[in-house]
């Protein structure tokens, strides 16, 4: 096992009970979604000074409308969260997404195969539908769990969500192989940066929420 896989391991038991421990305490859950958003938010605001360094006002633009979504977007987290109801359903797309992010390394490193875009060299077709099955799955698995029945459209629930973090992962990929960077950051040991974690998320927890709200 390599160094750095020791580390993303470690790294990901440390987020993995951060989150637990966001699920159970309020004050926890806005702390975390603070440090989350301002952290996200100065190395995106790098990215963009890269990429558009030339291009003041475009680059005005593009960092004034992350930080307006980053701002709604952990803003309705913490004001939904505040039901149990919504706070259980949010939880359930977010490990989702984290389920998909599994499935795509886990297909992807046994069955490897064709490449799925150049704008990331190292996804693959299989490590995609490993992301699908592997969200698609949880999502069905918990809610049989809770509800002790199955909903069919949770299938596409779980579809939904998975393709939702590829396109987002996808597209902050494009933004790092622009402006040349491996990583967004190197806060996270293993893993790089914040937006390196929540890439996906910032596009699938949303609309994964909101297809599950329609059954639900």
């Keep these: 096992m390599s160094k750095n896989l020791k580390k993303r391991i470690k790294t990901s038991i440390l987020l993995l009970l951060i989150l637990f421990l966001s699920f159970i305490n309020f004050y926890a859950l806005t702390y975390f979604l603070l440090i989350t958003g301002v952290l996200s938010i100065l190395e995106f605001l790098e990215i963009a000074n890269i990429i558009f360094k030339k291009k003041q006002i475009k680059k005005l633009l593009i960092n004034i409308i992350f930080i307006i979504y ?27 997404c984290v389920a ?51 909903e069919p459209l949770l299938i596409g629930v779980g579809l939904i969500t998975s393709i939702s973090c590829q396109i987002g992962d996808l597209f902050f990929s494009f933004l ?27 596009l699938g927890l949303p609309i994964g929420l909101l297809s599950l709200l329609i059954i639900y």
Aim: aromatic share 18%; net charge positive; glycine share 10%.
């Design 176 to 202: 790092k192989r622009k402006s040349s960077l491996k990583d967004t950051g190197n806060f996270l040991p293993g893993h790089g940066g914040v937006l390196d974690r929540i890439d996906g998320m910032l």
């Design 70 to 96: 980053i701002f709604f977007f952990f803003t309705l987290f913490i004001m939904l969260s505040n039901a149990l109801y919504f706070k259980i359903l949010i939880f359930i797309i977010l490990l989702s």
């Design 100 to 150: 998909s992010d599994i499935g795509g390394l886990v297909f992807g490193k046994i069955f490897k195969g064709p490449k799925l875009s150049k704008i990331s060299p190292n996804k693959t077709v299989s490590g995609a539908f490993g992301s699908i099955i592997f969200s698609t799955i949880f999502i069905v698995f918990i809610i049989y769990y809770l509800t002790q029945s199955f």
